[in-house]
């Protein structure tokens, strides 16, 4: 069964800093990769995401994320972060060639401080 | 803004209790999936609607159930609510095919006491 390791819960980090946020997933087969963000009181919105191809995939607001299939991870990075990223970042996973049917990470909440 | 509207956004209810949570997917999208989003469990899927015909299922309760209409809006039915129903309810849409992302609502928070 496919599971999503989000391995931080809270990441604090100064305004114009970079940041890492990191996500592990399992599975046996080959996934489809996707980080979103919500802010409070909304819903998530997609960030970016892995299909298939370059390793290494942008998305919006500057974020990029790397596949690695060795180490069947997906980290989330941006080299310098403002006030308005802090947000909760969800990781998830599907297979079967669904972009929908989605197994989520627990989530990293992200607090960027002046 | 997703384009897709959840109604309500607030709902407190007593346990044993049935309710009924809407969606109104983005203007082109055929598929609509629900996700229940708690402190515990964090988000998981639910099910999944294409064109008015289940299409997945995730962890849904069998006291939980969904159809999704001609107009392509869905609901969300949930009955004998037990304290632990109380989560975030959220809608997405997609276009349809499998290889469409997700565009989420804003979910709807359940309340159960």
């Known amino acids: 069964a496919q599971s999503v390791t989000q391995l931080d819960s809270q990441v604090p980090v100064f305004e114009e800093a970079p940041v890492e946020l990191r996500c592990n997933y399992s599975?046996?087969?080959?996934?489809?990769l996707f980080w979103y963000v919500q802010y409070p009181n909304q819903g998530l919105q997609l960030l970016l995401k892995y299909l298939s191809g370059s390793t290494l995939v942008k998305g919006i607001n500057g974020f990029e994320a790397e596949f690695n299939k060795s180490q069947t991870s997906f980290h989330l990075r941006k080299p310098s972060v403002h006030i308005s990223d802090t947000a909760e970042y969800f990781c998830?996973?599907?297979?079967?060639?669904?972009?929908?049917?989605?197994?989520f990470g627990k989530g990293t909440k992200l607090s960027v401080k002046p | 803004d997703s384009g897709v509207t959840q109604t309500p956004k607030h709902l407190i209810t007593a346990t044993g209790q049935r309710v009924t949570l809407r969606c109104s997917p983005r203007s082109g999208d055929l598929s609509v999936y629900w996700y229940q989003q708690s402190l515990d469990q964090g988000l998981q899927f639910l099910i999944q609607y294409y064109n008015g015909e289940e299409r997945a299922k995730g962890n849904i309760l069998e006291r939980f159930s969904a159809q999704q209409f001609p107009d392509l809006h869905s609901e969300l039915n949930l009955s004998s609510l037990e304290l632990g129903d109380s989560a975030l309810y959220f809608c997405a849409s997609s276009v349809g095919t499998d290889a469409s992302p997700l565009h989420f609502g804003n979910g709807t928070r359940l309340t159960v006491t």
């Open positions: 599975s046996s087969v080959s996934v489809y």
């Open positions: 998830a996973v599907s297979e079967g060639g669904s972009q929908g049917n989605l197994i």
